[in-house]
């Protein structure tokens, strides 16, 4: 008796978060599965089954392009925010010795979350705009005579955008894993002659690759899916699979925007079981 | 997607719970079978009557007067029962009409989603003899007939085509006037381009075609919502002779295929600075001088122009392209709820909310009755087309118009007889919102 009570515990601790799973993770994404098979009759979706919301995406060249560009937005946004993230995290982890200034500063790191993520957007306007901050310095500086007119609503303003609001997500699980190199072991290679390049490629690089690779897997989640900073910082004139999606929503075409999604969901878990193929997250665990 | 949470499941339970208590209520006091004050139900205490309906709520959605607390208050205190609103975009409003009907009773929205609304079943037909001053309303709506304007031949959704319902409980429109309509209006516009004079150099606007016009590449923008969008640019590319439509406001496959093209070309171009999607988004594109010349809202000219920047509402001479808001009942209503209802219709059309909308730029129903509520000087300057006799403060006290101000595009003849396409939904609507997708994508 209590032996069989001692093995179902774990599962009955382990039931409500099952729930909780199945009601608003499994749930939802069988309904969008249902849903991208049904049929669309111009103002509501019918129940039914087709695969032409399928075949639309494959066919149509537009979908291709769209991923290319959404593709485009994820490296991009990645590259930047690793070149800015990993030094920062560096620098947070190494440089400061007291704790409490550590603390502080990595909280510093948090402040752009404090306001809404469309304020943060919009306030970039006035910096980035025709007759914003850089180019009237810049022209009452006469170091132009036109103003740039690609500092806003172009491919830059968007990556520019994503990088502002995702840094952090891949400052925090990098500083996570530099905290938890053991200090001895670069005593150690330092004891031995290391160069300080050679310490950071040898030691530092392959034991914070966990954090690199969990804080890439919120990236490419996160950049994948956008559609409002897309939206705003590109002036409407670029696209993403998001935007594509909430296009189709906003004209009641369900079956095909949930297509999109499933197809979306499965090219986003291809790209994040590839970075888990490359990186063995669970070391950091 | 049927988006079922948790959450709506229980609303709504509640809500057809709340309107089968309430009907079997209304049921049992006999009121519901026959109007008030007939033989078969002759009136009762005036006590009675306020009471049953001071415990009714009329949940309301809607892009239009919804938006707008001071018109809930005043007809809270005017009609004795509360009303719930909730202020959505117009891709949301139709959603939630559409696939939520447990969640609203009043549907405030536009004409032209009734296309997609209204075979949906959700909403019931107004009874139009219930609707004491319906004969009143500006027969653009409920004839077609303008003097003689040639709004009487505008393309689209024009409201008169889906005003009014062929019987009780049809959800197919009829081509004639019936007692059955879909929606009551309550404010329409004149809609056009707006632009920044100051920015725009000698040039004057004066057709849909100058949008397209190489001296503003890179200046311009247009919206970014496909079946209001579209419409803009049927106009500016009819205007420079760039093709022909046999109906703007009913494109065909292949009409739509074409003008993609054209679009397209013209952002790869770089025509365009922009797209916007929200009042808010044109309003700033404006004001802060990143685009001089774009398709806009009346109300978001009037906002630039609050902030102190000369911007200008052109009249063109293709004419304007217009829309209608109006309020309809959702199939939930019954009993002393859907007599509510009619209070709340009726009211909409007394003058005072025709009176407020109008202090903004908005066409009410029944122009003489907003007119009661209105000072000379307001009616002259909105709807007449007259030099402002002193400044026009918006009934938020915020000065719109400077004294001796006009208002562009005149009177209220002249810009509403000047319509030639209305917001439309259009059958190949599948078709376009993928065409337009590729536009964005392109």
């Known amino acids: 008796m209590y032996k069989s009570w001692k093995t179902v515990q774990p599962y009955i601790l382990a039931l409500p978060q099952t729930l909780v799973f199945l009601l608003f993770l499994i749930f939802p994404i069988l309904m969008i599965l249902l849903v991208s098979f049904w049929e669309f009759n111009g103002y509501t979706m019918v129940p039914g089954f087709t695969l032409s919301n399928y075949t639309d995406i494959f066919t149509s060249d537009v979908y291709l392009r769209t991923y290319l560009n959404t593709f485009k937005y994820v490296i991009l946004v990645w590259f930047f925010c690793l070149a800015i993230a990993f030094p920062v995290a560096y620098f947070l982890a190494f440089h400061i010795q007291n704790q409490k200034l550590q603390i502080i500063l990595f909280l510093i790191c948090t402040v752009p979350f404090w306001t809404s993520n469309i304020i943060r957007m919009i306030s970039w306007i006035p910096v980035l705009g025709k007759e914003g901050l850089i180019n009237s310095t810049l022209m009452s500086l006469n170091l132009i005579q036109q103003p740039i007119e690609w500092l806003l609503y172009s491919d830059f303003a968007v990556v520019l955008g994503m990088v502002h609001l995702f840094n952090f997500f891949m400052i925090a699980p990098i500083f996570n894993s530099l905290m938890r190199i053991d200090r001895n072991l670069i005593t150690a290679a330092e004891d031995m002659g290391a160069s300080g390049w050679q310490i950071l490629r040898e030691i530092i690089l392959p034991l914070a690759a966990p954090g690199i690779a969990i804080g890439s897997i919120f990236i490419v989640t996160l950049v994948m899916g956008e559609f409002v900073t897309v939206r705003l910082m590109g002036g409407g004139q670029s696209a993403s699979v998001g935007k594509l999606i909430q296009t189709q929503i906003g004209s009641l075409q369900y079956p095909l925007a949930a297509a999109n999604a499933v197809v979306l969901l499965i090219v986003t878990l291809i790209l994040v079981s590839g970075i888990l193929r490359v990186v063995d997250i669970r070391k950091e665990l | 997607?049927?988006?079922?949470?948790?959450?709506?499941?229980?609303?709504?339970?509640?809500?057809?719970?709340?309107?089968?208590?309430?009907?079997?209520?209304?049921?049992?006091?006999?009121?519901?079978?026959?109007?008030?004050?007939?033989?078969?139900?002759?009136?009762?205490?005036?006590?009675?009557?306020?009471?049953?309906?001071?415990?009714?709520?009329?949940?309301?959605?809607?892009?239009?007067?919804?938006?707008?607390?001071?018109?809930?208050?005043?007809?809270?205190?005017?009609?004795?029962?509360?009303?719930?609103?909730?202020?959505?975009?117009?891709?949301?409003?139709?959603?939630?009409?559409?696939?939520?009907?447990?969640?609203?009773?009043?549907?405030?929205?536009?004409?032209?989603?009734?296309?997609?609304?209204?075979?949906?079943?959700?909403?019931?037909?107004?009874?139009?003899?219930?609707?004491?001053?319906?004969?009143?309303?500006?027969?653009?709506?409920?004839?077609?007939?303008?003097?003689?304007?040639?709004?009487?031949?505008?393309?689209?959704?024009?409201?008169?085509?889906?005003?009014?319902?062929?019987?009780?409980?049809?959800?197919?429109?009829?081509?004639?006037?019936?007692?059955?309509?879909?929606?009551?209006?309550?404010?329409?516009?004149?809609?056009?381009?707006?632009?920044?004079?100051?920015?725009?150099?000698?040039?004057?606007?004066?057709?849909?075609?100058?949008?397209?016009?190489?001296?503003?590449?890179?200046?311009?923008?247009?919206?970014?919502?496909?079946?209001?969008?579209?419409?803009?640019?049927?106009?500016?590319?009819?205007?420079?002779?760039?093709?022909?439509?046999?109906?703007?406001?009913?494109?065909?496959?292949?009409?739509?295929?074409?003008?993609?093209?054209?679009?397209?070309?013209?952002?790869?171009?770089?025509?365009?600075?922009?797209?916007?999607?929200?009042?808010?988004?044109?309003?700033?594109?404006?004001?802060?001088?990143?685009?001089?010349?774009?398709?806009?809202?009346?109300?978001?000219?009037?906002?630039?122009?609050?902030?102190?920047?000369?911007?200008?509402?052109?009249?063109?001479?293709?004419?304007?392209?217009?829309?209608?808001?109006?309020?309809?009942?959702?199939?939930?209503?019954?009993?002393?709820?859907?007599?509510?209802?009619?209070?709340?219709?009726?009211?909409?059309?007394?003058?005072?909310?025709?009176?407020?909308?109008?202090?903004?730029?908005?066409?009410?129903?029944?122009?003489?009755?907003?007119?009661?509520?209105m000072t000379p000087a307001e009616w002259d300057f909105w709807y007449e087309g007259k030099p402002a006799a002193e400044d026009m403060v918006d009934p938020f006290g915020k000065t719109l118009e400077k004294k001796g101000a006009v208002r562009d595009g005149g009177s209220f003849k002249e810009r509403m007889g000047n319509v030639v396409v209305w917001n439309s939904t259009m059958d190949e609507q599948v078709h376009l919102v993928k065409k337009w997708n590729e536009f964005i994508a392109s």
């Open chain 2, 1 to 373: 997607m049927a988006k079922l949470s948790r959450r709506q499941l229980i609303r709504t339970g509640l809500a057809a719970g709340a309107a089968v208590a309430v009907t079997r209520c209304a049921n049992n006091t006999n009121q519901a079978q026959a109007p008030s004050g007939t033989p078969n139900n002759p009136a009762t205490g005036p006590e009675v009557n306020t009471n049953q309906v001071k415990d009714v709520t009329l949940r309301m959605i809607g892009t239009g007067v919804s938006q707008i607390n001071e018109i809930r208050d005043k007809a809270q205190e005017d009609l004795g029962f509360k009303i719930d609103v909730r202020a959505l975009s117009t891709e949301e409003n139709n959603q939630i009409a559409i696939t939520q009907p447990g969640q609203y009773d009043l549907f405030d929205g536009e004409y032209f989603s009734l296309p997609l609304v209204v075979p949906s079943g959700n909403l019931q037909a107004i009874d139009v003899s219930r609707i004491k001053e319906f004969d009143k309303i500006v027969p653009i709506f409920t004839q077609n007939k303008f003097d003689g304007a040639r709004v009487e031949q505008a393309q689209g959704t024009y409201p008169y085509r889906v005003m009014y319902l062929r019987e009780q409980g049809s959800k197919e429109f009829a081509t004639e006037p019936t007692n059955w309509a879909t929606l009551i209006p309550f404010q329409y516009n004149a809609d056009t381009l707006g632009y920044r004079p100051d920015l725009i150099g000698s040039t004057k606007i004066e057709s849909w075609a100058q949008l397209f016009d190489p001296q503003f590449r890179g200046k311009t923008s247009i919206l970014d919502i496909p079946s209001i969008g579209i419409m803009d640019a049927a106009m500016v590319v009819e205007a420079a002779g760039l093709m022909k439509f046999g109906d703007k406001g009913n494109m065909t496959k292949q009409e739509i295929d074409q003008i993609t093209d054209i679009l397209k070309e013209q952002k790869r171009n770089g025509q365009f600075r922009a797209f916007w999607k929200t009042f808010d988004e044109s309003v700033n594109l404006m004001a802060s001088g990143e685009v001089v010349l774009q398709s806009m809202w009346s109300p978001a000219v009037t906002a630039v122009k609050a902030r102190g920047i000369d911007c200008i509402y052109a009249p063109l001479k293709e004419g304007y392209r217009a829309w209608g808001g109006g309020v309809g009942l959702s199939k939930n209503l019954s009993g002393i709820q859907l007599d509510a209802a009619y209070e709340y219709l009726n009211w909409m059309l007394e003058g005072w909310m025709g009176a407020f909308l109008g202090r903004q730029g908005y066409y009410s129903a029944i122009p003489e009755n907003a007119r009661k509520y």
